[in-house]
Structure formats: C-alpha cells, structure tokens
C-alpha cells in the first residue's frame, strides 16, 4: 500500500468548540468540510497519518522530523487545557524516512527537537481526526526554509518510506491561507492576500500541482500564508499519480483564508512528475543563461566550482577583459538556488588589485562563507545562478527623497556601524524598506545619528 488518500485543511483553534466558545459559528463552512474530511480518513482506516505543520519545529536549511515514541498536546495556551492528546509516532516509517534522506544527502531528520509537544497545526487536524477515527500512528514534520522543490522532494520520500513499508498511510496538509483578507481581520489586509487564496484553491481544486512552485517567496510572503510548503509536500507525495481532486470549502470571514480540499489516488499517470518535469525545463534554462553569460558572471562561477570542488582559488585566468585587470571597484556576487538566495558577500570599496581579483575574492566567499547558509555543495553546482554587481562610488545624500529603490543601493552608516543593501532587489518595493533593512543590517537604530550614501552598480548576468 502507499498513500491512499491525502487532504489539504486548515488549523485555527478556535474551530475546536472548547476553544471558539461559540465563535467557531463563523466558520460553520469550514467545520462541515473538516467533519467530512474527518469521516473520509476514518473509512480509509490508515495505519499511518503523516502531519505537516508550519507550527511544528522549523529550521531555515532543515526538514525537522518529530522524534521518539510519541507526544502529548494540549490547547492550554487558548484557555482549554482539557483538551488533551496523547499521540504514538510511527517509528519505523520515520525512521525509514531518515534513512532514505541520509541516503540522498538531503537536509531531513530527527535531530534538533526543542518542544516535543504537539502544536496547534498538528492537533486541529487531529481534533477532527481522532472524533472519528482513533487508529493510526501519526508522523509529525516541520516546513523549512529550503525551495519549495526541496519540499516536494520530502513529499516522494515520505511516499516511497511508506511504500516500502507497505503503511497504508494518509497524508494531512495542514495550514491556513493568506492571512492578510480583510481591513478587519488580525493581520490586516493585503492585496496580495485575497489573489493568493483565489489562486490557490484553484489550483488545488484542479490537483495541478506543479503550478505549486509558480508561487514566488515574494508573493507569498506578502500574502502571508503559513500552508504553502505544507501543501507542496503533500504534493510530493502524490508525484506520478493520476489524482481525483475535491474542492470542499474556503472561508474568509476572520480575515484569514481556510480552505478545505480532498485527493485520492487512482493509479500511475506519467505526466504527473511535476518535479522531474520542472527540473529539466530549469536545467535547460541555466545552461542557455550560462552559454550568454558575460566574462564577468563566468569568472565568478568558475571561481565558486573550483573552490567547491576542489578547494582551490583560482589565478586570474588569460581571456578576462583588460577592464577587469585593470579596474577597481567594490563589487558583490549573489547565488541563488531554484530562485531562492543561496549566498551574497561583496565588498564596498576595492579590497583587491583589480576588480576581476575582486569577484574571486567574493564568489568564494559568497558559495563559503555566508553566515546565513551553508556551504555550496558539488550536488548543487548546476542548479546555481550566478549574477555579479559592480559598484560605482558611493556619494553622500542629504535624505531619502534622493534615492530610487531600482536605480540606486544604499549605505546607511553610524560611526563603525555600516549597513549596504543592492538596488532593484526582489521584495524591495520601496525607498523606505531599503533604508530599513540596511540599517539593520549594520545594526543601526532609527535613533541613531546616521548618514545615508547611495551609489549605482553595473549588474552582469
């Protein structure tokens, strides 16, 4: 057996009775679904309920799998501590699971547990669940910070695990919309947030599941949703499979978007590999941009694949420009991975004796050394896009109104403290957040006594 049935729902408390105390009327659409979802779990009778929550452990580079025998939750903290679970882990699948990832080198497994209590993404699924159903061990998981093409991956992992072991396994896709729908609601409203739910309902309303991955960081973020990476891990776990989908519900009226959502299953269907699918038409793409990039990108990669391989800095090779010798300048290299930032380090003024040393320097650095992410490995060479920014000087500015989020980057300085952020960055909409996240950056303070520099890159791709 394998995955024989897997839903999409999402989690607020206060659709558990104890906990709403009669606000959960709002939702009534919401709980009918849920009460039909927890119905169909129980006639699929699963030995295994595998939970993804964006509430569980997140690490930004790691999938955190819930360890040991078992957990016990509570709603305490939304005044119901009476409601109680007392939950049994599949062992044996997790560890499956773990040894399929050591396997593939991938960022998954049972390490770095701070709570081992159940949160409330894991126990509203469960709430429904166990009223209808009371067999089944479950499987708890964490999102991460990785690409979503790292989550579906999870999601085949989790399917061949459960293959292997012959579970009959239901998988719960646990998390809510946007949560920026409406003037009214907790979070206030967005633009982007009702554009998100109605595009994510149809998209699993129609199981398209490889239309998962046309969802950029950005937009998200802006939507705020907290299920996306849920989803797609479901997604994954359904890859290569013909899929009978059902759009149950979808609610806003809290400001925030709940959307209920069933798939089953129904044999092998070859052009449902939507990851593989989605790999080669990326592949094919990085090798067109690198045929068309300048000598200044093809220095810079050449420089990260010759660390990355062999720990070797190279010399400065014979067909770079005379510019390049002769030139100084600050310049930053910038890597990203299946359009997620993968490294970025550069330097404000010239370090080097001429710019090409420049980006050695920094392409090694940026695949190396950035503190926010880990090394670059071999595996990942190929799936990286490389761009380099070649900095102009930097030319001190009275205020704000003198700069152009697209046209100029921005120096904020206090005293040794100094924060840089590149023009036209991606989520950087505005003047005012340029300002604000390079002076965090350097760790500047609105209070502080500082002073603003704006300079132009040339940026090669």
């Known amino acids: ?34 009460e039909s979802v927890a119905e169909q779990v129980a006639q699929l009778e699963p030995d295994t309920i595998v939970i993804t929550s964006p509430h569980s452990i997140m690490y930004s580079d790691y999938f955190h799998i819930s360890p040991g025998k078992g957990a016990k939750g509570s709603f305490a903290r939304f005044r119901a501590p009476h409601v109680r679970f007392d939950e049994k882990y599949d062992e044996e699948m997790v560890r499956e699971i773990c040894r399929l990832a050591e396997a593939e080198d991938f960022p998954a497994g049972t390490l770095g547990e701070r709570d081992s209590s159940l949160d409330h993404g894991t126990m509203v699924p469960l709430w429904f669940i166990r009223n209808k159903y009371q067999g089944g061990r479950i499987i708890r998981i964490g999102l991460s910070g990785l690409p ?13 695990a459960s293959d292997k072991l012959g579970r009959r396994t239901v998988f719960i896709g646990s998390g809510d919309l946007s949560h920026k729908l409406q003037d009214y609601g907790p979070y206030g409203f967005a633009d982007e947030g009702p554009v998100y739910d109605e595009r994510i309902m149809d998209v699993m309303g129609r199981a398209a599941f490889g239309e998962l991955f046309d969802f950029s960081e950005n937009f998200c973020d802006k939507a705020a949703e907290c299920g996306h990476r849920s989803f797609v891990i479901m997604a994954g776990a359904l890859d290569g499979k013909a899929v009978r989908a059902e759009r149950l519900s ?12 069933t798939f089953y299953p129904e044999g092998d269907d070859e052009k449902r590999h939507f990851l593989r699918d989605r790999l080669a038409g990326e592949e094919a793409d990085l090798i067109n941009a690198r045929l068309k990039s300048d000598e200044y ?165």
């Open 1 to 34: 057996m394998s995955v024989v049935g897997a839903f999409m729902v999402p989690h607020p408390p206060m659709i558990v009775p104890d906990v709403g105390r009669g606000s959960e009327s709002q939702i009534a659409e919401t709980t009918a679904a849920y």
């Open 250 to 261: 979808h609610q806003d009226v809290t400001g925030v978007g709940y959307g209920i959502c």
């Open 148 to 160: 979503l093409e790292d989550h579906y991956r999870l999601g085949m992992m989790i399917r061949d």
């Open 297 to 461: 990108v093809r220095l810079a990669r050449l420089a990260v694949e010759s660390y990355v391989l062999r720990r070797e800095k190279i010399s400065i090779p014979d067909w770079v420009t005379e510019e390049m010798l002769t030139k100084r300048a600050g310049a930053f290299v910038s890597i990203h991975k299946h359009g997620n930032l993968r490294g970025c380090i550069g330097t404000i003024a010239p370090t080097a004796d001429s710019v090409a040393q420049e980006i050695i320097n920094n392409a090694i650095s940026s695949s190396t050394r950035d503190r926010r992410f880990p090394p670059v490995r071999p595996d990942e060479l190929k799936w990286l896009e490389i761009n380099v920014d070649v900095l102009g000087e930097p030319e001190d500015i009275e205020s704000e109104d003198e700069l152009d989020v697209r046209r100029y980057g921005v120096i904020v300085s206090c005293g040794r403290n100094r924060g840089l952020l590149l023009p036209d960055l991606d989520g950087v909409d505005t003047v005012e957040q340029q300002v604000q996240i390079a002076m965090q950056k350097g760790g500047i303070s609105k209070y502080d006594d500082y002073k603003l520099q704006r300079f132009e890159v040339i940026r090669h791709y």
